[in-house]
């Protein structure tokens, strides 16, 4: 498709472009950035009053297909992706079987391509069957097309496995997203520990859980020279490995998640099982000291972990309920509030953290809106509010923030040219160019 947007607030942070454009797209890449274009025989969007950002690139979801369709599946999670701006997502391993081979990639990717509403980058594992006892076949992998590799749900407890993992990455020319906690200090804890889980009772699970392992991840990319990036940080601590390992020029890079972001353990005494996620949600200290970590660019992107479960199998007590909450459809409103409108970061910033940092930390295509690159656009109302009910596009409804407004919401996702998500009504207008407003 040919499409036209015009008179868009275009935020590009990889070409520090910011001010009011039109975009061409055609043949689904982006063609020209310019004032007043003209063209013929293509659709427009008239974008007055919005932004347009480069596609939304999410590092870290779990599509739950195959083998828990229960849960989620790519069709219905990459609908919830393009409800929340994304264009692209990374398909995490831990499905069942995991994608521990050739045959779950090309099942994965060929699936998406049949139903899928988005991109979708495979993201392999390190060991067979995420049991952490003997590496996947990564360069198969690799060849199959995962973007990366990581047991995340399982940290990579053998540290001599981890290193064989960083040296055969390193060849490969792709990163090692590592899920950091050490579980014999985290065993049976369901929260923080902290004042909180000491006031209601819980077992927690502490900071250390996850510098510990930090701390030795970054000694290993150091050792090896490979990629490691550190999956939904969430502690002070790691925030002061990460930052003192970059200023050392060691190759790791970190996310965070909107939730993390936002909430703390404070939140827990409510006892929703909706706000039960591994890492857990942290005290203030910590909330404040990533918070920095953005501010100052130690941490290169924001991950939404979007981890869809069954209604029932979040409808039971807390210490039995299972880890994770969904993420996709509310990750933009929840950070523009808490990062923009609070002060701590700029628009421009938020959109590299979602946007232009993904694409480049794990060299994806998109991220950018220079001409040839992908048609990949996300249009934003930062004067709408969305209201969060327990209807999403995706299957599940476990999201901590059922019943808050939000301000600043997605109200276009277009995937190569394509319009994949539109809240607003068209509008038809004369030949030869067809309005959508």
Known sequence: ?????????????????????????????????????????VDVIDASGLVLAPGFIDLHTHLREPGQEHKETIATGTRAAVAGGYTAVCAMANSVPPNDERAVTEMVLAESARNGSCRVYPVGAVSKGLAGEELAELADLRAAGCVAVSDDGKPVYNAQLMRRALEYCSMLGMPLIAHEEDANLSDGGVMHEGYFSTLLGMRG?????????????????????????????????????MRQARERGVRVTAEVTPHHLAL???????????????????????????????????????????????????????????????????????????????????????????????????????????????????????????????????????????????????????????????IREPKKAAAPQRKRK
């Open 1 to 41: 498709m040919n499409l036209l947007i015009t008179n868009a607030r275009v935020v590009d942070p990889s070409q520090d472009l910011d001010g009011t454009l039109d975009v061409l797209i055609e043949g689904g890449t982006i063609a020209r950035i310019d004032k007043r274009i003209k063209a013929n025989d």
């Open 205 to 241: 699970i502490p900071a250390a859980s996850e510098e510990t392992l930090v701390a030795r991840d970054v000694i290993l990319a150091e050792l090896t020279g490979a990629h490691v990036h550190i999956a939904h940080l969430s502690t002070a601590g790691a925030v002061e490995i």
């Open 264 to 422: 703390s353990d404070a939140d827990v005494q409510s006892f929703s099982t909706y706000l039960k996620m591994n890492p857990p949600l942290r005290s203030d200290k910590h909330r404040q000291a990533i918070l920095e970590g953005v501010a100052d660019g130690t941490i290169d992107a924001i991950a939404t972990d979007h981890a869809p479960h069954h209604f029932d199998e979040k409808n039971v007590e807390f210490d039995l309920a299972p880890f994770g909450v969904i993420g996709l459809e509310t990750a933009f409103g929840v950070c523009y509030e808490q990062l923009v409108r609070e002060g701590v970061i700029g628009l421009p910033r938020l959109i590299e953290l979602l946007s232009t940092g993904p694409a480049r930390i794990f060299n994806l295509p998109g991220g950018t809106l220079r001409a040839g690159s992908l048609g990949d656009v996300t249009l934003l109302d930062l004067d709408a509010q969305q209201h969060v009910t327990k209807q999403f596009a995706s299957k599940a409804a476990n999201s901590p923030f059922i019943g808050r407004t939000l301000q600043g919401r997605v109200v276009t996702t277009i995937v190569g040219g394509v319009v994949k998500y539109d």
